[in-house]
């Protein structure tokens, strides 16, 4: 086919081929639009020289899906699409060649994994309905004449997910392997066991899924997460895995399975109890968990791990096994005989060195099943590893750099670019102990950074990986799509396109234009920014997060829905906090609701005394309840039990219309109480039963001046602590 370069072209047609040269995600390395187009039409074919069949069957039903057509599969040179495997060396191994003219269109490359990825480009060029098999009346199937040239930066471009404290059924991780593919994503890390649920099926050891995949109340392992008291979790038969594993090679992602050891082990420790050391150790890891840790000093134990290693090694056929390493509780070491035996046996004074002792023993027990070992950062600590195990660096892009410079393969993925569990921005859920991590903020990394590596250093930086750590994502519906997307289309470039052609303006510009439109189109629930409103003069003021966004707004505190009035301009009232405003996608999709943020919300602020059975810890004291700053919480010293309560006295009776009563840390949904209700007393005498707490709070309607506001708590949480916060009197 022959190929025409852009020289004169009318305003509207350029206008448009710009667009389309700049729609790609991740941005192609090199990239020619020329004059004119390729129509698809009903007399089109589809054919390719693979021996496989997958790349030509998985492009014909997206485009029969969408376009309605009945696509030939005969060869031509007209009026085709031919998907073609190349013996040319300078194609590298992920990457392709896609040339599109008038008589049709070709991907040429040297693997079926770049067939594919010139494939994901191709479905970008095409109106978004490919992706949903439905398609409308304006949709036009015509391709720019297009050269692109193109190839990953990294050889390794993931995402991990973690099953274990939320879990997703088979159905919802292919949905997800599927949806990683379209962004060239070609590694699926599947944390498959940790505390609070063991989500593979090991033969040899069934109390592991029989038990150690449920949580509740007459379950092995606790509620946790707000998953409730009922039976909670759920596992993957070994069949349900290879049907995942096969799904996912067929879109080029290989998954690497993770089994968190030897801490993070609470769903073994429950279900196999000899597992762990053999004293009456009462420390909690960092996480809160108890006896959660592997005993490294029983001989019998590497047995046991041998045997699990066997089977989950037949199950994955990729290179790599995961195990971890991360956040030891040495505390139980520390207390146990046979560990202390071990560390005086081998001459060892430190844990960092025992940790690395079972490191060894995994290495070995791995590389026996023709695996390697892959496991976070704090493997690097206590000794040296084989030159072949890969080291996650999720603590800061530093522990990545001093990986590196001890010459293991490393995979960058930082917690403070790359963890979506934290927040986008501190309106919304999720965590924020590694910082606020925006799509932006994410997007800045470049995971070789400015560190001065040598030519044999800069290669072991082998890739780049998102994860998302589930403990929120129990609720609400789809907030396992919203953490990842965008963020996962930052990833995404960071790890194909070449860091000198990359620009955050350009990427959000894409983002924002089309791929919102592609993702909706594949049935994600992304995350929308939500609009700046502020109140000045009167009159409140939105900033829409972007041009072309859709922000409407309710003026009777209700959550705006996609039948609200359409914000057009400055509103004029006296009530701005009465105001709420959301951004919407097509109806479908909404931001989180926002108020205005200089608005005064007239929240009282009376003068409150706190009479409670529970004690106070050295930081987050009860005074913090009493103080009227909503972004701070009083913390109990453990975990609560049924009849422990808290009351909330005020000095004087206040006359109120509304009382809004809330536990557990502000925006991040954790350490809330579960069970119980609040009561209330307009003489701090007698007791009004109200409303029971529901996912940690609840609202009073006083009649009458209030008094008094208590917490009755009726059941234990299910966090190793609680907290309190201060009371929203209206």
């Known amino acids: 086919m022959t190929k025409r370069v852009l020289t004169l072209v009318p305003a509207l047609l350029l206008s448009l081929l710009i667009n389309a040269q700049n729609l790609i995600i991740p941005k192609p390395v090199s990239e020619r639009i020329g004059e004119g187009y390729f129509t698809l039409n009903e007399n089109s074919s589809v054919t390719s020289n693979e021996k496989s069949a997958f790349n030509l069957n998985y492009l014909k039903g997206k485009l029969e899906a969408a376009t309605g057509f009945k696509l ?36 040429k490359a ?59 059924d088979a159905e919802t991780v292919k949905k997800y392997i599927d949806w990683l593919s379209h962004h060239k994503i070609n590694t699926l890390h599947w944390h498959l066991t940790d505390d609070n649920g063991w989500r593979v099926e090991i033969k040899r050891y069934p109390l592991l899924t029989e ?29 349900e895995i290879k049907e995942i594993v096969k799904f996912a090679a067929d879109r080029n992602i290989e998954i690497i399975p993770e089994i968190d050891l030897p801490g993070h082990s609470k769903a073994v420790t429950a279900t196999y109890p000899n597992v762990a050391c053999d004293s009456n150790d009462n420390s909690l890891s960092v996480q809160g968990e108890g006896q959660n840790v592997w005993c490294v000093g029983k001989e019998e134990n590497y047995k046991m791990l041998a045997n699990i290693m066997k089977e989950l090694s037949k199950l994955f056929p990729g ?44 290495e070995r027990i791995v590389e026996k099943n023709g695996k390697k070992m892959a496991g976070w950062d704090e493997i690097l600590e206590g000794g040296e590893l084989h030159k072949e195990t890969r080291v996650y660096a999720w603590r800061s892009v530093e522990k990545g750099i001093e990986s590196v410079k001890k010459g293991q393969p490393t995979i960058m993925m930082p917690g403070a670019y790359c963890y979506f569990d934290m927040k986008y921005t501190p309106l919304e859920r999720g965590h924020n102990w590694a910082g606020i991590v925006s799509t932006e903020k994410t997007y800045s990394l470049d995971p070789t950074g400015t560190a001065a590596l040598n030519e044999e250093e800069a290669p072991l930086i082998i890739g780049v990986q998102g994860a998302l750590w589930t403990e929120l994502l129990g609720w609400p519906a789809k907030f396992l799509d919203y953490q990842t997307y965008p963020r996962l289309t930052a990833v995404a470039e960071i790890g194909w396109s ?54 409407r707004y309710t003026s009777d505190e209700s959550e705006p829905t996609s039948l609200s009035r359409v914000y057009r301009g400055e509103i004029y009232t006296d009530k701005p906090e009465r105001f709420r405003f959301a951004t919407f996608y097509k109806d479908d999709l909404k931001s989180i609701t926002v108020r205005a943020s200089n ?132």
């Open 72 to 107: 030939d599969n005969k060869f031509t040179t007209d009026n085709s699409i031919i998907l073609s495997i190349s013996s040319d060396p300078s194609i590298k191994p992920e990457g392709y060649i896609l040339d599109v003219d008038s008589s049709g269109v070709t991907i």
């Open 498 to 551: 070449p860091q000198e052609i990359r620009n955050w303006d350009d990427f959000n510009n894409r983002l924002q234009k089309f791929h919102y439109n592609r993702m909706a189109n594949m049935g994600i629930s992304f995350r929308l920014p939500y609009p700046e409103v502020t109140y000045e003069d009167g009159a409140l003021r939105a900033k829409l997060p972007y041009e072309w966004a859709v922000v």
């Open 110 to 168: 040297s693997t079926s994994a770049g067939i594919f990825y010139g494939i994901q480009s191709l479905l970008q060029m095409m109106p978004a309905s490919v992706y949903s098999g439905k398609s409308t009346a304006a949709d036009n199937w015509q391709i720019p004449t297009t050269h692109i040239e193109d190839y990953p930066r990294f050889g390794y471009r993931g995402m991990m997910l973690d099953v274990s404290r939320t879990f997703f």
């Open 599 to 730: 608005a005064d919300y007239k929240y009282l602020t009376p003068a409150v005394d706190i009479t409670t059975n529970l004690e106070e810890g050295k930081n987050n004291k009860i005074e913090n309840i009493t103080d009227y700053k909503f972004d701070t919480y009083f913390r109990t010293t453990r975990k609560l039990k049924a009849g422990d309560h808290l009351t909330y006295t005020l000095k004087e009776p206040v006359k109120s219309t509304r009382i809004t009563v809330e536990s557990g840390m502000p925006n991040i949904d954790f350490y809330w109480i579960n069970d119980g209700y609040v009561e209330y007393s307009y003489d701090g005498i007698n007791f009004i039963k109200g409303d029971e707490l529901k996912r940690g709070a609840a609202t009073i309607f006083p009649k009458e001046p209030i008094k008094a506001v208590r917490i009755k708590v009726t059941a234990p949480n299910d966090g190793y602590i609680a907290a309190f916060r201060d009371l929203k009197i209206e």
């Open 319 to 362: 290179k790599y096994i995961h195990i971890g390493g991360d956040e030891v509780n040495y505390t139980a070491w520390d207390n146990c005989p046979s560990c202390k035996a071990l560390k005086e046996r081998e001459g060892m004074t430190s844990n960092e060195e025992l940790l690395n002792y079972f490191v060894r023993r995994m």
């Open 211 to 239: 038990k150690g995949a449920w949580r509740g109340d007459n379950e092995a392992l606790a509620p946790a997460f707000g998953s409730g008291r009922q039976r909670y979790g759920g596992f993957y038969t070994q069949d």
